[in-house]
């Protein structure tokens, strides 16, 4: 009992405090840049996980400040094994979001990943291929340049969640 009154007490503050220092007008704007990783699970017999990265930075605004397109680069890696054979995944493409601030310190967005995936299996032949995926995701601000987000898609992490730095 008195661990979990500590991680409430601490989780408070830690909100009141980036409360407290968050300032920024916009959550995503025009000529801002984001760094991320994230871990997802891919849905299926393996249950698998796998781990990517990204950058982003604000092309332009859309409509209005609050809307704004972004485009960057990701890339990741995913491994399973199936039976006697390990497939490793190893992925590179553009990642291009529309988002929109709908309330204070969330940023909204949606959109799709071109991108390149090449796989190895150890008995095998490798394997090369060009691929699209469609992501929604939401990255809440704990403080103006820190951020945790959730993220729904439709490649290899149908399911994943990370931090986010802009700058």
Not at 7 to 31: C, H, P, R, S, W
Not at 64 to 89: A, Q, R
Not at 132 to 138: L, R, S, V
């Amino acid at each position: 009992m008195k661990n979990l009154s500590l991680i409430l007490l601490l989780t408070a503050v830690t909100v009141f405090t980036a409360n407290a220092q968050y300032d920024d007008l916009y959550t995503f704007e025009k000529g801002k840049s984001l760094i991320g990783v994230n871990v997802g699970v891919k849905l299926g017999n393996d249950g698998k996980t796998a781990v990517s990265a990204f950058y982003e930075y604000g092309l332009t605004h859309l409509f209005v400040d609050e809307c704004t397109l972004g485009g960057g680069f990701f890339g990741g890696y995913y491994s399973n094994k199936i039976k006697n054979e390990m497939e490793k995944i190893y992925i590179a493409g553009l990642r291009i979001n529309v988002h929109y601030q709908f309330v204070d310190r969330l940023d909204t967005y949606a959109g799709f990943d071109p991108n390149f995936n090449i796989k190895t299996y150890r008995l095998q032949k490798d394997e090369a291929k060009f691929a699209c995926y469609f992501h929604i995701g939401g990255r809440y601000y704990l403080t103006n340049w820190l951020a945790a987000f959730a993220e729904i898609s439709t490649g290899y992490n149908n399911f994943s969640g990370g931090l986010s730095i802009k700058f």
